[in-house]
Structures are given as C-alpha cells and as structure tokens.
C-alpha cells in the first residue's frame, strides 16, 4: 500500500460488511424459526444489528475527534496518482507503453534511476 495514502487516511471499517451480515443472520434467523414453528417467546434475542450500529457510531464519533477523514481508498490512490502524474507526465506512458520509454531513455540517455 502506499505509505502517502496509509498516513492521510484510514482505511474504512469493516463494520459495514458486519452490518450487511447482522441483518442477512436476522433475516436467515427469523426465516428458520417461522420454519420451525418457534413461538416467539421462546426464541433467542438477536441484537447484532443494533449493537453493529452501535459500534458504528461510536466508530465515527471516535474518527470526527481524532480529525483523521475516513473515506475510500481508492479515490485518495487515484488523487495521489494524479499528483504523481503531474511530478511526472510520464508515467502513463510507463504503464501502457514501456517499451517506448526504454526506447526514449536509450535514445536520449536519461539514467535508469530516473523517476
């Protein structure tokens, strides 16, 4: 990963997938107790929703005071390479065409160390 984008933002929880979860394990609970003809009052109190959403609050309340955003990695990648891009025009044409910039490095003498 790349240590500029490690230090400027966190990486997103997981809680969100455990929420998707919490309700999919709800929903499968309550369809396999309605199967099973379980009276209500006999079956189990699942609170991992709420407590999923609970741990998410205290997660944003924790991430608003320490003042380090949380967001998507990816889009803070693309701004980073699109920072990088403007340092060096040319790395797209690195990535797609790298024998061309073997060619030009030959061709004009850059130093192989160049960026």
């Known amino acids: 990963m790349d240590p500029w984008v490690n230090e400027m933002v966190r990486q997103k929880p997981i809680l969100d997938d455990l929420e998707e979860f919490a309700r999919w394990f709800e929903a499968e ?3 396999h107790c ?6 209500e009052n006999e ?10 959403l609970e741990a998410k ?8 005071e320490s003042g380090i955003p949380c967001g998507s990695l990816t889009k803070e990648r693309l ?7 403007k340092e060096f025009p040319f790395v797209n044409l690195v990535k797609l ?13 850059i ?5």
């Open 29 to 31: 609970y309550k369809r």
């Open 97 to 109: 065409n790298g024998e061309l910039w073997f060619d030009l490095i030959e061709f004009y003498g």
């Open 34 to 39: 309605e199967e099973d003809n379980i009276p």
């Open 79 to 85: 701004k980073r390479i699109n920072e990088m891009e």
């Open 43 to 52: 079956r189990e109190k699942v609170n991992l929703i709420e407590e999923v």
């Open 111 to 115: 130093d192989y160390g160049f960026p």
């Open 57 to 64: 609050a205290n997660e944003k309340k924790n991430n608003d």
